[in-house]
Structure formats: C-alpha cells, structure tokens
C-alpha cells in the first residue's frame, strides 16, 4: 500500500496550491479519503473528506470555501485545491485512505505560506 502526496511548497498569503495523492495497493474506489494537516505543536486535524464515490464532500470550517477536494478513481488520486491561502495553513498536509478495519497514510507533503 502506498500513498504518495505532491504537490506542496512555498507561496505567498492568499495564493493557491493543488495537492495530489497517488495511490497504490488497494481498491482505491473503495475507500474514502481524507486530506489532514499538522502544524508544528499542533494535533493533526482534518481538512477535507471525500466519499469514495466523488459523490460526498465536507470540510473543516476554516477551509470551506477556500479549499476543494476531488477524487480520480480512474487515476486513483485524490486532490486538494487550495485557494486563498493564509500563513495559519502553514502545515504538513497527509492524504488518508479510510474505511472500516483499514486505515493508511502517506508521508506527507509541506506547505508553507509565508511572504
């Protein structure tokens, strides 16, 4: 199993970022997925989720409107459109794979939003 985020680097405040996750070892189409972030001191938390359909999105508050994910079941890939980007998204972003009894994470791609 394996998934591997992209995607992520240095931009100024209020700029956009699209992050993608590949996917490998598993029935992607299979699962939901889910993008979480962790800043430096801070708990992991949940940004966005994705059914495994496409068919069912949701987001944390500080991301709804900001932030968009999407899924490629034929590429087996899972997006992250980011958009109007604030120095508190600085973070490390993680793509999640997720249904009952299976659980797999990727390494992790950085973000840092800074002028």
């Known amino acids: 199993v394996q998934l591997v985020e992209s995607g992520g680097g240095l931009v100024q405040p209020g700029g956009s970022l699209r992050l993608s996750c590949a996917a490998s070892?598993?029935?992607?189409?299979?699962?939901?997925m889910n993008w979480y972030r962790q800043a430096p001191g801070k708990e992991r938390e949940l940004v966005a989720y994705i059914s495994s359909t496409g068919g069912s999105t949701d987001y944390a508050d500080p991301m709804k409107g900001r932030f968009t994910i999407s899924r490629d079941n034929a590429k087996n890939t899972v997006y992250l459109q980011m958009n109007s980007l604030k120095p508190e998204d600085t973070a490390m972003y993680y793509c999640n794979a997720r249904r009952a009894y299976s659980d797999f994470w990727g390494q992790g791609t950085q973000v840092t939003v800074s002028s």
């Open positions: 070892g598993f029935t992607f189409s299979s699962y939901a």
